[in-house]
Nanobody, 123 residues
Framework: QVQLVESGGGAVQAGDSLRLSCAAS????????MGWFRQAPGKERELVAGISWLGGSTVYADSGKGRFTISRDNAKNVMYLQMTSLKPEDTAVYYC????????????????WGQGTQVTVSS
C-alpha cells in the first residue's frame, strides 16, 4: 500500500510563488511515475504535471507550462511542484498521485492519491 501526503498549500496573491510537497510512504516506489493533479469547483480533476521515476520525462498542462516545475527526490520519497507567477485560475485542490506506470500519469490517471491540499490565489 502507498500513502501520499501533500503539504505546502495555502492562500497567496496573484504573482506569488508556492512550492507543494508530497511525501510517499508504504510500498517501495521503485519505477513509479508520479504527478500533480488539481480540481477546481465544478471542474474535472486534471493533470498539472507528471514525472517519470528518474525524472527524465516530464509533462505539463498548457496552463502551467513555463510557470510550474515538477521534481522528485527518490532518496527521500518526496515530490515537489514549484509554482511561480500564480494566477487566480490556479485556485484548486491539488492532489499528489503515483502510478506503477508513468504512462498512467501521462494519460491523466493514477493508482494512488493523496488527500489534497488547497491552493487559493487572490487577485
Amino acid at each position: 500500500q502507498v500513502q501520499l501526503v501533500e503539504s505546502g498549500g495555502g492562500a497567496v496573491q496573484a504573482g506569488d510563488s508556492l512550492r507543494l510537497s508530497c511525501a510517499a510512504s508504504g510500498r517501495t516506489m521503485n519505477n513509479f511515475g508520479m504527478g500533480w493533479f488539481r480540481q477546481a469547483p465544478g471542474k474535472e480533476r486534471e493533470l498539472v504535471a507528471g514525472i517519470s521515476w528518474l525524472g527524465g520525462s516530464t509533462v505539463y498542462a498548457d496552463s502551467g507550462k513555463g510557470r510550474f516545475t515538477i521534481s522528485r527526490d527518490n532518496a527521500k520519497n518526496v515530490m515537489y511542484l514549484q509554482m511561480t507567477s500564480l494566477k487566480p485560475e490556479d485556485t484548486a485542490v491539488y492532489y499528489c498521485a503515483a502510478a506503477q506506470r508513468y504512462y498512467t500519469i501521462e494519460s491523466g490517471s493514477a493508482d494512488y492519491w493523496g488527500q489534497g491540499t488547497q491552493v487559493t490565489v487572490s487577485s
